[in-house]
């Protein structure tokens, strides 16, 4: 069974940066995805970024493209999101979702939480003056 433990949300000024660390338990065999999204209040889930095991391939929801990045260390099964440039909207509570390549594909084009049954506790991220 998968488990995640994310990571490193905090309090920062808009324009400001932070890194989130998304550790994961528990990877079988085969590719597999890691993926961010987040959640603000009022507003559904919503596709942040993701990375595939099969060659680093990456993908970016709109509202942070060209400001976060995404990378993954597989020795030691971590994903870190880098997020620069941050803004107010950007204020949500970030979850990591890992699994199989083709789970995380599905979780990405239609992000719902009962799509997923090992999310993390969350880490909240707020951006404020």
């Known amino acids: 069974e998968v488990t995640v433990e994310e990571s490193g949300g905090e309090t920062v000024q808009p324009g400001g940066s932070l890194r989130l660390s998304c550790e994961v338990f528990?990877?079988?065999?085969?590719?597999?995805?890691i993926g961010w999204f987040r959640r603000s209040p009022g507003k559904r889930l919503e596709e942040v970024s993701m990375?595939?095991?099969?060659?680093?391939?990456?993908a970016y929801g709109d509202s942070v493209k060209g400001r976060f990045a995404i990378s993954s260390d597989k020795t030691k099964n971590t994903a870190l999101l880098q997020m620069n440039r941050l803004k107010v909207e950007d204020t949500a509570v970030y979850y990591c979702?890992?699994?199989?390549?083709?789970?995380?594909?599905?979780?990405?084009?239609?992000?719902?939480?009962?799509?997923?049954?090992?999310w993390g506790q969350g880490t909240q991220v707020t951006v404020s003056a």
């Open positions: 979702a890992a699994g199989p390549l083709t789970q995380l594909l599905n979780l990405w084009m239609n992000p719902q939480f009962d799509a997923y049954n090992s």
């Open positions: 990375i595939s095991s099969i060659d680093g391939s990456v």
């Open positions: 528990g990877l079988g065999v085969g590719d597999y995805g």
